[in-house]
């Protein structure tokens, strides 16, 4: 009995020692790799002891900033939550999201490049001082967007063309960052989906909205100009299929500009084959489709558009059939884009063909009120030659000024624009406008997406770009 | 030095290393240093000074290690709790004192452990009622059913009825060790003793299974079964009944996996804890990040990332089952170990009095307590640590919970009788002698 106590004893030894060997293995060995896990949010608790930074619109009025309660820093929101998708939460428990996880390290002052005083202090050991991110959000404009989409399921993005910088990100439905460990469980499980930043993550179907693409592509590469004449019978039959108009319409004889202007699908089809597959996704390319924007937001935060399959983003040399092309060409088939792409579509127009990095960090100003890093704009893409962006000018002004995009239209303002209305098949439409304002001295492009709607592009969502252009254009200052 | 005087030293020792503790999370906390809690820290140590004169009159050539050991868990425990829920540490210490209480009892009552072995199935009984009851009328807490209410307390019965097996099975097995080691008839070249002194712990194995359907406890099954294993093997020498424990109670975990549901997922999470890392993964992940960040040293007592701003734990059930996560925080690698070696500590001492005991009841009584001591332990540090699969288990005395606190110091009354009654026959005086054939 003894003896069989004796191994039991050593087994239990045995068993203890292997505690002490995991125990070492994951306080020793492995620890500096537990704390370097994204899981890992226990060193957003020692961050939320440092004063962290504010986030200042453009207008400078704080948009995010700081409330100190038992020795930790929280965020409040003094001027009620302005894009909260695009800002970010920040959580002690739920982590962190848009700018204020992606500028993480220069709000909380724990950057290499926020000056010399900050350097000292990190050498001494003294806790850092958060530096203070301004933004080109100006907190007017993204108001109005904000009370446009209420109600409602959608977003509306709008830029400078010729800076690139983000005036205005809206996303509706949305959600308070200030309390977000309340509504956590509530907002994960909502299918509509309020966490989702709409401007840099939802994919949507462009349609017609798409056609300034396939327009751009044709008239670039010279195989049509705005007086190519087309004939409409209501069908255009391709490939064993055939792609009709929206609603019905019969248009009988057409130019290329009044195509654009009444949104014929079956002339913008035909064009969309005259051009074939890789002339058409090359255009999309030049603007930037089948790229994620250079946009600085965390991983899978900011999506690419283009052509979609079942496992995500297909490559632009992807077979597509005649039928396809011509679908495509309206902004249908497999083509899924960002509302963020569709507003550098415009803005690629407005800006004489050049479309522009978009940015939305205006400055970094430390806690000694030392700017540390300036915006600088830049170009993205060469998105047509000059020429043809002003030939599209021209055409998207006649599609607000006597075409489906109407309800746009701003006195003393030339508004240029594209509608879309892409039909989900269970009696919704997905209503889009793409434009830019004014016309002959473009100073800001927009991208209005609206879900789950009975109206049209140029019903749903023409208006809300209409007020939110005449906003912006009243400022005072724009980036 | 006596025994008594060397646990006395013990004691002290556990006392400062205590109140250091105690300083440190006050310190750590100073706005709530309060009148109440240093009238706290002194019935705590009143407990225990009562617990060993006790011994002084009753049981005076029990093992000098036992009490002292328990002591400075329970401080340990209690001042982890303090630091994390301060009202919890207050109904905490309030069990203590019952678990002190019945400690009491049971050194008055039993006086010697001898006589439990005449009740043995009337005592197995019990611990077979305690656990049928729990699975007919018991409460689901986290997915397990291990909970009783009754009275306006929990009552969690298996730890009871965990001491109840063991006597039982001390006491059948080493009546009828005999004829199990001896095989009577040899199915497939393989020994298998009588049926009828096989059957009752078939009966142990039905029930280990039962437990991890009904109460969905991977846990406390396989605590059952390793006591069960452990005493068998203990009792008879005989290796092919720890295979055929094992074979059956991984057949059995196989079967728990695919059929219940709580079982799987704890499976699941332990294999692969990441892809579930904010849902049922969420309380091992934040486990093993806790424990990483305590480093070699740790924190300190009361000084470690152990509570949300808003006061609530990082770990779920940071104060029961992941008790030790927390312990690990603030001590670091070394109070981490430490903690392990002070449970073995107890293991060896429990395994000790089973060696010296005179008579196969005393042995296989101590031994089982000690074997049930190691398993439990082994199961919820393994548990928090990922070494095993998670389950639901109080770390013996440390842990926040009145059932587990007053089992366990049961299992130290039992443990401290054997002791006393090896210690006197092998060298006591005649007079202690004389009052423990009283006792008898």
Known sequence: ?479 | MSRRNLELGFLVLAGAVSTMAYVSVYTGRFREINRISIIYGLVFVGIFVLLHLLERIFLPQADPFLLPITALLAAIGLTEIFRIKPSLALVQGQWLLVGAGLFVLTVLIVRDHMKLDRYRYLIGAVGLALLVATIVIGTTINGAKLWIHAFGFSIQPSEFAKLAIVIFLAGYLDDKKVMLSVPQRHVLGVPVPAFKYFGPLLVMWVLSLAMLVFMKDFGMALLFMSIFVGLMYMATARVVYVVAGAGLFAAAGAIAVYIVPHVQDRFEVWLNPWPYASTTGYQLLQSLFTIADGGVVGAGFGRGYLLFPDRTPVVPDLQTDFIFTAVANEMGLLGAAGIVLVYLLFVWRGFRIAVYAPDGFSKLLAAGLATAFAIQTFIIIGGVTRLIPLTGITLPFVSYGGSSITANLMLVALLLMVSNRTNIIRGGSDLERRKLAEKG
């Open chain 1, 1 to 479: 009995m003894n003896k069989a106590m004796s191994k039991v004893f050593i087994v239990s030894v045995v068993l203890f020692v292997a505690l002490v060997v995991n125990l070492t293995w994951i306080m020793v060995v492995r620890a500096q790799w537990f704390q370097d896990r994204p899981q890992n949010k226990r060193s957003i608790a020692k961050e939320m002891k440092i004063k962290r930074g504010d986030i200042i619109g453009y207008d400078g009025s704080v948009i995010a900033g700081t409330e100190r309660r038992s020795g930790y820093y929280y965020r409040d929101y003094p001027n009620g939550t302005l894009a909260p998708q695009l800002v970010g939460y920040d959580s002690i428990r739920y982590g962190r999201s848009g700018i204020e996880a992606q500028l993480n390290d220069e709000l909380t002052g724990q950057s290499s490049d926020l000056g010399v005083q900050n350097w000292v202090d990190k050498l001494l050991g003294r806790r850092p001082k958060g530096a203070n991110v301004k933004v080109t959000l100006v907190p007017a404009v993204q108001k109005v967007a904000q009370q446009q989409l209420q109600g409602q399921k959608g977003a509306i993005v709008l830029l400078d063309p010729k800076t690139g910088a983000l005036i205005a990100s809206a996303s509706a439905p949305t959600y308070d960052p200030a309390n977000l460990e309340d509504q956590w469980a509530r907002l994960i499980k909502d299918t509509s989906a309020p966490l989702l930043n709409r401007p840099t993550q939802g994919l949507y179907v462009p349609g017609s909205a798409f056609k300034v693409v396939t327009a751009s592509a044709g008239l670039d590469t010279g195989k049509v100009t705005p007086d190519t004449q087309f004939v409409d019978t209501g069908t255009y039959v391709v490939f064993g299929g055939k792609v009709t108009n929206y609603g019905g319409e019969v248009y009988g004889p057409n130019n290329f500009t009044y195509a654009l202007t009444a949104s014929i699908n079956t002339t913008f089809a035909k064009v969309g084959n005259t051009l074939g597959r890789k002339r058409l996704i090359a255009g999309a390319q030049q603007y930037g489709f089948y790229q994620t924007p250079p946009l600085p937001l965390p991983a899978g935060e900011i999506v690419a558009s283009g052509r979609y399959g079942k496992k995500g983003l297909l490559s632009p040399d992807a077979f597509m059939d005649p039928l396809d092309v011509a679908w495509a060409a309206c902004g249908q088939e497999k083509l899924l884009a960002t509302p963020l792409q569709m507003a550098l579509v415009a803005g690629g127009v407005a800006n004489g063909g050049r479309v522009m990095k978009p940015y939305y960090l205006q400055e970094i100003v430390t806690s000694e009120g030392q700017v540390v890093s300036k915006a600088q704009p830049e170009q993205w893409q060469v998105a047509t030659k000059a020429l043809t962006a002003d030939q599209l000018n021209t055409m998207m002004q006649n599609v607000v000024n006597a075409g489906t995009g109407t309800a746009a239209a701003l006195e003393g303002i030339q508004v240029a624009g594209k509608t879309g209305t892409a039909e989900k098949g269970d009696g919704t439409n997905l209503a889009w406008f793409i434009g830019f304002a004014p016309a002959e001295d473009p100073q800001v492009c927009i991208a209005v997406v609206i879900e789950d709607t009975q109206s049209t592009g140029g019903e749903a969502a023409a208006p809300l770009a209409a007020a939110v252009i005449k906003t912006a254009l009243a400022q005072p200052a724009l980036p």
